[in-house]
T-cell receptor, first 113, second 110 residues
Framework: KAGVTQTPRYLIKTRGQQVTLSCSPI?????VSWYQQTPGQGLQFLFE???????NKGNFPGRFSGRQFSNSRSEMNVSTLELGDSALYLC????????????FGQGTRLTVV | DAKTTQPNSMESNEEEPVHLPCNHS???????IHWYRQLPSQGPEYVIH???SNVNNRMASLAIAEDRKSSTLILHRATLRDAAVYYC???????????FGTGTRLKVLA
């Protein structure tokens, strides 16, 4: 079956702009989580959506938001971009259970200049 | 959120077993222990998970201490393709949230 697909793979934006990243989960997976990965902070949890509802949220400012559609596809949006938002943004889909493994996409590399 | 502690880096010779340790002293009774690895330029990849008993799969084995405050990922015969950052993670039993630690960078020497 197809894996988790993230688009675009690479993105360059300027400070102050906004950006939208997309994630298509594995078919049948209703849970989608987003992570930010930077060399200094490692992998940090952003938020998780299940059945179009945000279930969990990490410690990120309100400039970071997301949503999930009825087909489980998810988008995350970052407004008023800052240089520090440059990172690899990873999306993971899973069945919602303690034992279900998460399947990660290859990520979107965002560079803010 | 319960946290994990791992060594920053380890080295192993090819074809030899590797034991990657993880401490999680604040683990709660419903937290599952998951291990993922991340190869260069890729997203993390599931390796193995367990709750209380030791677990084996085709990739690795997971040994969990009796008090569950630590665990060890065992790669039975390291290959060059196993060079990656290995993350020990507790999956919160109530929220299902993954909290990643800093991981162990494994270097495999030919």
């Amino acid at each position: 079956k197809a894996g988790v697909t993230q688009t675009p793979r690479y993105l360059i934006k300027t400070r102050g702009q906004q950006v939208t990243l997309s994630c298509s989960p594995i078919s049948g997976h209703r849970s989608v989580s987003w992570y930010q990965q930077t060399p200094g902070q490692g992998l940090q949890f952003l938020f998780e959506y299940f059945s179009e509802t945000q279930r969990n949220k990490g410690n990120f400012p309100g400039r970071f938001s997301g949503r999930q559609f009825s087909n489980s596809r998810s988008e995350m949006n970052v407004s008023t971009l800052e240089l520090g938002d440059s990172a690899l943004y990873l999306c993971a889909s899973s069945l919602l259970s303690q034992t279900g493994e998460a399947f990660f996409g290859q990520g979107t590399r965002l560079t803010v200049v | 959120d319960a946290k994990t502690t791992q060594p920053n880096s380890m080295e192993s010779n090819e074809e030899e077993p590797v034991h990657l340790p993880c401490n999680h002293s604040t683990i709660s009774g419903t937290d599952y222990i998951h291990w993922y690895r991340q190869l260069p330029s890729q997203g993390p990849e599931y390796v193995i998970h367990g709750l209380t008993s030791n677990v084996n799969n085709r990739m690795a084995s997971l040994a969990i201490a009796e008090d569950r405050k630590s665990s060890t990922l065992i790669l039975h015969r390291a290959t060059l393709r196993d060079a990656a950052v290995y993350y020990c993670i507790l999956r919160d039993g109530r929220t299902y949230k993954y909290i990643f630690g800093t991981g162990t960078r494994l270097k495999v020497l030919a």
